[in-house]
């Protein structure tokens, strides 16, 4: 029974790219050649069939250049975190952690209840962490990227208290600026928003992007659909 060159090759392709993360855009380059291949194969054209199995090796040995480099560059930009080791005491880690659950306290209003309960749940998480001798570089980005999402939560709810021009936009899309009366849903819509703002703006704020959102990816969708 005769072996197939090519059927090797594919196999060979899928460990190599497994193997070393090689983009899909530049395995197809390879797929292309592998692909002519077995139609000459198929003739018998061994001479040019050699030709695009150097090919094909001279691309994965660029491939491999191109993983090491890439390598190099990820490490090279990598910061020395043991530079920072005298910083991240277990006194540093453990005021930084008491400073943050402090502002999730005083700063109650701008969470809602569900998501503030998270941010604490995530912050005892990180402080047993501590205490149970996790590395403190590692402790030390999760609380970073904690406080981040904090940060990020603070800006959004300061942004729904301070106006309405985002809520009158988002009205606006729906019709609610039509006349009153019990078979115009949008106007019954926009008023019983309306009445959330009043004792709650974070959570209609945070409806309004969200929703914004769908409208903008609807949009993109219709887009796509009728070119």
Known sequence: MKVFRTAQWRVALDIFHREYSVPWTRVRYAEALIDRAEELEAVGDDATLDVLEDRLMAW??????????????RASQEPDRRRFASAWGD???????????????RFARLFPREERRRFLSTLETIGARLESGAPKDQVAE?????RLR???????SFKSLSGSESLDRFLAGTG????????NRHRTFADAIGEI???DP???????????????REKTLLQGVQR
């Open 60 to 73: 994965m040995e660029r491939q491999k250049e191109n993983a090491a480099r890439d390598a190099r560059n």
């Open 91 to 105: 006194g540093y880690l453990r005021r930084e952690i008491a400073e943050l659950r402090g502002r999730l306290e």
């Open 142 to 146: 999760s609380l970073r990227a904690l």
């Open 150 to 156: 904090v940060i990020a939560r603070c800006f959004s």
């Open 176 to 183: 609610a600026d039509g006349a009153v009366g019990p078979y």
């Open 197 to 199: 703002k009043a004792t």
């Open 202 to 216: 974070i959570w209609v704020g945070d409806f309004v992007e969200l929703y914004s959102e769908l409208r903008r």
